[in-house]
């Protein structure tokens, strides 16, 4: 039985794997490359790694993305509820730097993304990443520290000192933003695949721990930053963010270069990295064309609004929360709650797709969500 079981496992991923592959080429053109095929090609057997070794850079990664997660999570939310503390009664200023990054993320993905691919040394994109991102983190919360001589109740926007200073600050944060992309998109969609090579088993355990640490810098980071906000005070916090960025992004850099050192097949350089670069735009029209013509799209869309309400933790929320007189600490912790749930899920959903298979564990998802956010709303309409 767990012979039988094993093969129709083994079966049903590499079906998974020809629709992907059958979807990166519609994608990709000509430049698109199937894994496998460059493994194969440019890493010989005596050169590829021993599982037990293989386990052991994937751990050093786990704590390379622990630093990365927690300082990002930790900026996220100590600058945007550091506005809070500037303006005490507006949402704009915090609302709108959060909105315009974001943009900037799903605009300029296509051209992060593209560089990366066609990048041919995968440590030179971690250096640039790393380097980049931090010193426009550092950039931007020192901006941000320059903007409390501006304390009021309302942004003032027709001061031109104020106004640039706060152009310059959203600036450095979408540059910090986007080669935050690149440092995710190059660790956990290259690194992290091409270090498991083709053991199903460790890719699947090393992506769950990717993202529970994701999540538990989520339900940590904000309490820890709220802490900090409200017991030593928002300057200080922002500076010693800056700080924390300067000093972790020292074991983050030591440990991936020694991961890479480690790893020939990261050393590999990358099928089709020498040819010609597609222009982005291009790109991007074809993965947008690919994705409106498949049969998922409605589900696909659907999905993404369950995103589109302002009880998601976040800017908005956490401003709000924070402006009509919730300690910040409080706030800090909610939002920590709500990562906790998404964490659950993790170790939940598996065991349910088990037991009950895919299609029903989503209804069983979709009636728990809908029932949590109606007393949600309920307990919001009260209490307003």
């Known amino acids: 039985t767990n012979k039988h079981a094993y093969l129709d496992d083994q079966i049903q991923y590499n079906e998974e794997l020809t629709e992907v592959e059958e979807f990166g080429s519609r994608i990709g053109g000509e430049n698109y490359v199937p894994l496998n ?32 997660s927690w300082g990002d999570v930790s900026v996220d939310f100590g600058i945007s509820m550091a506005f809070t503390y500037i303006f005490t009664s507006s949402y704009l200023p915090g609302i709108a730097y959060t909105l315009i990054g974001q943009m900037c993320m799903f605009i300029g993905g296509g051209f992060i993304g593209s560089w990366v691919d066609s990048s041919s040394s995968r440590m030179k994109v971690i250096q640039i990443s790393l380097f980049l991102q931090n010193s426009f983190v550092c950039l931007s919360c020192l901006t941000l520290f320059s903007l409390f001589r501006f304390s009021a109740s309302y942004a003032p926007w027709e001061n031109a000192q104020f106004t640039l200073s706060y152009i310059a600050m959203v600036i450095f944060g979408c540059i910090a933003s986007l080669f935050s992309m690149s440092r995710d998109i190059s660790v956990s969609k290259d690194w992290i695949v091409v270090m498991t090579e083709q053991d199903r088993d460790l890719l699947i355990f090393s992506n769950a721990w990717m993202k529970r640490i994701s999540l538990t810098c989520k339900v940590l980071a904000p309490i820890i930053a709220s802490s ?8 200080k916090t922002i500076l010693f963010l800056a700080f924390w960025n300067l000093v972790s992004v020292v074991p983050e850099y030591i440990i991936l270069h020694f991961i890479f050192s ?38 696909s869309l659907t999905y993404v609004l369950l995103f589109m309400n302002g009880m998601t933790p976040g800017t908005l929320t956490n401003s709000f929360l924070k402006l009509k ?5 409080a706030v800090g ?30 209804l069983v998802g979709i009636w728990f969500q809908h029932f949590f956010m109606l007393g949600g709303l309920l307990c919001f309409l009260y209490l307003s």
């Open 37 to 68: 095929e460059n493994l194969e090609e440019n890493l010989g057997e005596e050169n590829r790694l021993e599982p037990k070794d293989a386990k052991r850079l994937v751990k050093f990664l786990f704590i390379a993305q622990l630093l990365s």
């Open 228 to 235: 900090f906000l409200d017991f030593v005070g928002p300057r």
């Open 262 to 299: 480690q790893s020939n097949n990261l050393k590999c350089p990358k099928q089709g990295s020498n040819k010609k670069r597609e222009n982005p735009l291009k790109t991007l029209y074809r993965g947008w064309s690919t994705y409106l013509a498949q049969p998922v799209l409605l589900s």
């Open 325 to 329: 007189g919730i300690n910040v600490v």
């Open 333 to 362: 912790v909610f939002q920590g709650i709500g990562a906790i749930a998404g964490l659950t899920s993790t170790f939940v959903t598996p065991r349910l797709i088990k037991k009950i298979g895919l299609p029903k564990t989503g």
